[in-house]
């Protein structure tokens, strides 16, 4: 089992909707991200957080996507409306920063139908 | 744009061989990791190489890095099934990471 937690493993939605996922990660690790990941692919950063500030979000597709982490612990990324073309595996890993390895959850798996 | 790239995009072999993939990237660099992705899961770190490292050994893993091509390789040694997974690798610098496309390796039992 991975040490970030991250929810739901699965979401399965109607495009127009709301969603959201949920990472808790590593005790004691400043930094996190959030990743997209299609299937074939490599992951693709959305967001960095340092403690609780964003410190790269130029991925992040701002008309639909909000990320935070207000006290500067657990983090929410939302898409809202989503779209057909948001369907991958979203990917949320924590490190202590500094180009230091990174330690992934297991995503939270997204159809949009 | 992802800045790495992984070669082969898959690769199959029979256990016990050896497995062999390579990245290449395109700006300088801090250090250079490598992560295995098994189907449906998250990534999990191998192994990491500094700039000014060369060559990198953890139990049947091999890392090399050449910083004048701008390209690394990983060698699995003696290879297992339980091998079998997507295999990134991902530059850092600047406290920013970007990961390659991935190597698809099926080990054959």
């Known amino acids: 089992e991975a040490e970030v937690a991250q929810s739901p493993r699965y979401k399965i939605t109607e495009k127009s909707q709301a969603v959201a996922f949920w990472c808790d990660p590593i005790?004691?690790?400043?930094?996190l991200y959030w990743y997209r990941q299609i299937l074939g692919q490599g992951p693709e950063l959305l967001v960095q957080?340092?403690?609780?500030?964003?410190?790269?979000d130029s991925q992040l597709p701002k008309d639909r996507f909000s990320a935070e982490r207000l006290k500067g612990v657990d983090s929410t990324l939302k898409i809202q409306p989503a779209e057909l073309g948001d369907s991958a595996m979203y990917l949320c890993?924590?490190?202590?920063?500094?180009?230091?390895?990174?330690?992934f959850g297991d995503g939270t798996r997204l159809s949009i139908l | 744009s992802q800045q790495g790239e992984e070669d082969p995009q898959a690769l199959s072999i029979q256990e016990g061989e050896n497995a062999t993939m390579n990245c290449s990237y395109k700006?300088?660099?801090?250090?250079l990791q490598w992560y295995r992705q098994n189907s449906g899961r998250g990534l999990v770190h191998l192994i990491l190489?500094?700039?000014?490292?060369r060559e990198k050994h953890s139990g049947r893993l091999r890392v090399t890095l050449d910083t004048s091509k701008k390209s690394s390789s990983l060698l699995i040694t003696a290879s297992r099934a339980a091998d079998t997974a997507s295999y990134f690798c991902?530059?850092?610098?600047?406290?920013?990471?970007?990961f390659g496309t991935g190597t698809s390796l099926t080990v054959i039992p």
């Open positions: 890993a924590s490190s202590l920063g500094g180009n230091q390895p990174q330690h």
């Open positions: 991902a530059t850092a610098a600047s406290n920013q990471f970007y």
């Open positions: 700006t300088s660099i801090n250090n």
């Open positions: 190489i500094r700039s000014n490292e």
């Open positions: 957080f340092q403690d609780e500030s964003v410190v790269d």
């Open positions: 005790s004691g690790h400043a930094t």
